[in-house]
């Protein structure tokens, strides 16, 4: 699958971290791993900053982070106007591992420090993304 | 304190709505303001840099237009871009080269003209000023990328909506009394109280950013004319000196960001970095601009130069500290939140503004007898920090 499918809307059309929106397809949101060094890297490099291979696995992402900080926003950006309002959020799994993304429409009352988990989520147009919900 | 480089001519636009020219006639009367501030004739200028963000104009490697337009060919020129810190890193650029002996005095001309477009295809450009692989898919903007530090720096640090209201308050009794910004309003508390009807301040932007809490996009140009010591006391007779530059980078992606409740890494970085090379730190600051191109932005500045300690922005703040009368005045030409943020010439606007502070002609803005100035600008989210420290003769 193209990378063009990921997101709302994707501005990327390809990139050697492709395999991800394949993932998300399989029901998977998963980083990259340098097979080298052991760094590991989300969202997914195909080439590690750490010792400079190019030699990645894939891992899948803790089931549990906590939710550190988020916003709602209540205007969008031109493409994104029929979405809003809408909440970003930053989840830390530790390990220096972190994810941003939208919470799910059905996400109440967000707080920081909330157990929350990421999951795939597929659009009606075919777009496919991950998302945040509840742990 | 090395004294090498000067400013020795400064100029700004009004920053306005809807500016009637094109962006070679906005950055042309930032120009002439400056030169005319040198007495300098174009052959005087050894080369010009120019310093936007793209894709709000359609003119491509602008710099050349530009230059044109300005009068500075055959002289060397070329365009510089850290988005909204475009033209503090023009000027130091154009220190470095004044610096190596390649120029003997240099023009650094920021400039943007937004109103080109909508205020949606505007945040949609800003939005990419981020990771367009990883984040621009899920509808980022800059109000909302804000909005992620204010969350996590309310919740720790005991800073309240009230207290970035009053960042407000402060920048518009300044916006009020600068002729050039494009907000020239006061504001007042009620305006931030959703429980009044016409509270003009309180509607939600990205929580808890309110569009009080947001700057306002205009159309402006700002000109800083840099020289070497030779030139400087040959064209201005109060040339004020670059005494210290800093500068970092972090990260784009807001998943490898640390702690979001601490503020910009990229202000702390650059600011030790100016500090050092300047041999003064915080204390020995007179007058201050920082990047409030959102109100808890401002409070984060604070901390990253050192002003207050990391978490306690609100202080300064709560004690009126940093107005005019404070112990360290910042931002008393209204900041962003009042004269307006045209991307490209911001940086430029604020180094103008301490370049007057220093000569003692900032008019009903001027502090008393400043020494020592500083400008902090913040290129996109925290990911371009820039510090430049300013002495006078």
Redo the contacts between chains.
Sequence with gaps: MG?DK???????SF?KTGKFVDLLAEGRVEGTVCKQCGAKY??PRADCAQCLSKEMDWFELPKKGTL??????????????A??P?T???VDFGAGI?????LSKDFADPK?GMDVTVRPLKYDDGQI?FEIAKA | MAKDVAVIGVGQTYFVRGYEGSIRELAFEAFREAMQDANLTAKDVDASIFCSAPEYDKQRSPAGVLAEYLGLVPQPTFYVETVCSSSTVGVKIGYSMIKAGLHDIVVVCGFQKMSEI?S??S??R???GGD??????????M??YY??????YL?KNGLTLDDLRDVRVKAATYGQINERAVYRKGVKPADFDPSNPDAKMA???????RVGDCCANADGASCIILANAEKAKIFQKKPVWILGIGAASEVV?????PD??KGLQVAKAAAGVAYKMAGVGPKDISVAEVHDCFTIAEIMAYEGLGFAPEGDGKSLIREKATYKEGKIPVNVDGGLLSKGHPIGATGGSQIRTIVLQLRDEAGPMQVKDPQIGLNHNIGGVGLYGNVTIFGRD
């Design positions: 990378f990921f997101g709302r809307k994707s501005f990327t990139t989300f969202p550190e900080t988020f916003t709602t926003a209540m205007y969008a950006p031109f493409g994104f106007e979405d809003a809408y970003m959020a930053v972190k994810a941003f993304a939208r920081i993304t | 909508t949606a295809e945040q949609e800003m939005g990419r367009i692989q990883w984040e621009a898919p899920f509808g980022t903007m109000p909302a909005a992620l530090y204010a969350q996590a919740a509607g939600p932007v990205a929580s808890p950013l992606n807001m998943a490898a960001r979001f409740s």
